[in-house]
């Protein structure tokens, strides 16, 4: 993979990540499940919840339930992307998320 191959995969990445959140906020949830992969995984133990298997669609359900009453904004910044091979990559991104819930919620 040439630098140019290496920038794209990675600006690539970075706009799927960039949707992933817009459509999340937006509560967009057949785009937002169509961002991920059927095979994708929601790993949340270190946060003291659960690992959703299963794909975008159990995810996407999953998160609908989790903030369908709160108004959600994210800010991704900053991210750290290494590709391991030509198809796959890795990635930390900086976040700032804001869950507004309505007096009483969640």
């Known amino acids: 993979m040439d630098d140019l191959q290496r920038l794209m995969a990675i600006e690539s990445i970075k706009q799927l990540k960039a949707r992933f959140l817009r459509c999340m906020d937006t509560k967009d949830w057949d785009s937002f499940a169509a961002t991920m992969s059927d095979d ?9 919840s659960e690992v959703l298997e299963g794909g975008g669609k ?15 904004v994210h800010h991704a910044h900053t ?3 290494h590709l391991t091979s030509p198809e796959s990559a890795k990635g ?6 804001v869950l507004r819930w309505p007096e009483g919620g969640p």
Not at 41 to 46: A, R
Not at 58 to 72: E, F, G
Not at 92 to 97: F, G, H, I, T
């Open 58 to 72: 159990v995810i996407a359900d999953w998160t609908r339930n989790a903030v369908h009453h709160a108004q959600t």
């Open 79 to 81: 991210p750290e992307i």
């Open 92 to 97: 930390v991104w900086a976040l700032m998320d």
């Open 40 to 48: 994708a995984v929601l790993d949340m133990s270190q946060q003291g």
